[in-house]
């Protein structure tokens, strides 16, 4: 056997990964409080659906320079007007960056800096997209098929969940008769940093 043969792993078109070394799998109760509609979000936890399910290829050398990576698979739906989408994080080693493939559906990532400014990318089969270092990101899916993706990271970016979950995201994808709308979120309130304070 090959040193790189066992680092591969299989990803279906669905972008589920049958041999992935880890599932994540988010109901709407793990995301709770992070929906503007809390009314909503509250009738919807009756049934508690399935949000998205991550499939990671975390069993890979972890030393310095390496690479992890993972495919997400979003269900179509939403709470109130919002549409399903992950939790969103920041880097716990917030100057790693991120590339995201998309391999299916339609959806959008959305970046913010930790001062609060936003930028949005709308994402389908095959467009890449770059997170750069220090900037916090969600994806949220604006179809009504799964929107898939395929994301590298470094091996020791690690997760920053608690600056989202205190401060919300600084912007909110919408549905409007339209189509999906970038608004900003009125409840966002960014934690003033150390340097700040
Ligand atoms: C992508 C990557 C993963 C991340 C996942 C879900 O696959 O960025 O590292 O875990 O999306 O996002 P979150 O961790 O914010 O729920
Ligand atoms: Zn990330």
Redesign the pocket.
């Known amino acids: 056997m090959t040193y790189v043969e066992p680092l591969a792993r299989q990803v279906r078109q669905d972008g589920t990964m049958p041999s992935a070394d880890a599932v994540?799998e988010?109901r709407l109760r793990d995301l709770a409080g992070l929906f503007a509609d809390r009314d909503a979000e509250a009738r919807l936890l009756a049934h508690d659906p399935l949000v998205?399910r991550?499939f990671e290829a975390a069993a890979l050398p972890k030393e310095d320079g390496h690479l992890l990576f993972?495919?997400?698979v979003i269900e179509s739906g939403r709470v109130g007007d919002e549409y399903f989408m992950?939790?969103?994080?920041f880097h716990a080693r917030a100057d790693r960056a991120?590339l995201y493939y998309g391999l299916g559906g339609r959806g959008m990532l959305l970046l913010q800096t930790p001062e609060g400014r936003y930028e949005a990318l709308d994402m389908v089969a095959g467009t890449a997209a770059y997170v750069p270092p220090y900037w916090g990101?969600?994806?949220v899916n604006t179809g009504e098929e799964p929107f898939v993706f395929l994301?590298a990271?470094p091996a020791d970016a690690g997760?920053d969940y608690g600056t989202i979950a205190r401060d919300g995201f600084a912007a909110l994808v919408v549905a409007s008769p339209d189509g999906p709308r970038l608004i900003a979120n009125p409840a966002y309130r960014p934690t003033p940093s150390d340097d700040a304070r």
């Open positions: 994540q988010r998205y991550v993972s495919t997400t992950t939790k969103g994080h991120e990101h969600r994806t994301a990271y997760y």
